[in-house]
């Protein structure tokens, strides 16, 4: 099957005085795919977001939407955002504030279609984030969590085929944030649309999207499934920024060993196994769900002394140290350890990434 590029960014830099902030960047999006650009404040997604709208500039490169050029900077191409038939929602959702709930998911349709049609699109839209009882209020009588739903309402009512949106949840509690997600997965499954959304929380982004676009700095690091990134992050930046608590990193060196590799930890103690890593230092990168505690001495575990325990409802983070290093490991909620206690730690093949340390990218 052929998949149809939407969005296509190639070679965009945007800098503001003094500053470069994003980075010859290229991006390519899928028909239907939902897009998150995730990273730290100040990265660039925003501004990454306003460029595809055609709110903000770049100093080069090149946009289609559609297979249509909507940007270029060398042929002097600037298609104004109004026509590039996008739905956007930002951070600031202005409402009219003179305006009902109905007249404010209701006036981008106004003179375009039939009333009986707008009536039941604006319903239908308000329905899908649960406010289609506050029809006739005036958004000053609504909370800033359901001032977000309908400014989210009004953009699903004109049904776009893109959906741009940033940081659309920020304003909601953490139990309706998520039944927001499940709302938002449900109309992406629906509706035939491709969505480019703005996060900086790990979390939506991997419960959300087809594929996470990970920026650092006004750099995409990785761009890939969330499954990927977050098993396999290709750098040492990634890796930190996605999981909770972090990954670990250990020092280890490598050599060739039985068909496989040898790789030798600070304590002495070494893991053997059957994935090629050619000789030298590097770190090894394991997320704390990813290791075992043991209480008895076990082949391939590395010693460990058991720092703090820290109960976390439905899994027990323990903090141990190994030689002078540190290492978190997520457990089973009815793990019984006790702090100073020696431990044997174990590490899943599968689970486990080898970084360079000088270039920072994943190596194995
Ligand atoms: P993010 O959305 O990832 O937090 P932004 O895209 O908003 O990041 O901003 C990226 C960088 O660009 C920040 O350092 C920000 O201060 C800077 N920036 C954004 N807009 C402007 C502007 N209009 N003028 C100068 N600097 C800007
Ligand atoms: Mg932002």
């Known amino acids: 099957m052929s998949v149809k590029r939407k969005i296509v960014l190639e070679g965009i830099t945007k800098r503001f005085p003094g500053v470069t902030v994003i980075d010859n960047m290229d991006l390519e999006i899928v028909d239907r795919d939902f897009t998150t650009l995730l990273g730290p ?5 925003t501004t990454t977001l306003r460029i595809i709208a055609g709110l903000e500039e770049p100093d080069a490169g090149e946009i289609w ?3 249509r050029l909507v940007f270029s900077a060398r042929r002097g191409v600037n298609v104004p955002a109004s026509e ?4 956007m929602i930002f951070q600031s959702y202005a409402l009219w504030p003179h305006m009902t709930v109905f007249r404010n998911v209701a006036f981008g349709l106004e003179g375009k279609m039939a009333k009986d049609e707008i009536i039941q699109r604006v319903q239908q839209s308000l329905a899908n ?3 289609a009882e506050y029809v006739q209020r005036y958004p000053s009588e609504l909370s800033g969590g359901q001032q977000q739903r309908v400014a989210l309402a009004r953009m699903l009512a004109a049904q776009p085929e893109i959906l741009l949106m940033d940081e659309p949840l920020s304003n909601l509690d953490a139990k309706l944030r998520m039944q927001m997600r499940a709302e938002l997965k449900r109309m992406h499954n629906d509706l035939d649309v491709t969505v480019v959304y703005v996060t900086h929380d790990q979390e939506e982004a991997l419960t959300l999207s087809t594929k996470v676009a990970v920026m650092n700095n006004g ?3 990785q761009y890939d499934a969330p499954s990927q990134v977050y098993k396999n992050p290709a750098s040492l930046f990634v890796a930190d920024f996605m999981g909770n608590p972090q990954m670990n990193f250990l020092k280890v060196t490598s050599s060739v060993k039985d068909g496989g590799s040898e790789l030798r930890f600070a304590t002495g103690e070494s893991l053997q196994v059957q994935k090629p890593v050619k000789p030298g230092s590097f770190l090894l990168g394991v997320r704390p769900e990813d290791l075992r505690i043991c209480t008895e001495p076990v082949s391939q575990g590395l010693r460990g002394k058991v720092y703090a325990v820290l109960p976390a409802g439905s899994s027990v983070i323990i903090y141990a140290s190994i030689g002078d290093q540190d290492i978190i490991v997520r457990e089973e909620r009815d793990t019984v350890v ?5 431990v044997w730690i174990t590490f899943d093949e599968n689970y486990i990434n080898v970084y360079d340390e000088v ?3 994943l190596v194995s």
Do not use: F, P, W
């Open 65 to 67: 939407i559609d297979d």
């Open 359 to 361: 270039s920072e990218r």
């Open 338 to 342: 006790h702090i100073d206690q020696d």
């Open 41 to 45: 404040s100040g990265c660039g997604k």
């Open 84 to 87: 590039r038939n996008l739905g």
């Open 129 to 131: 984030v649960q406010m």
């Open 219 to 221: 750099v995409i690091e």
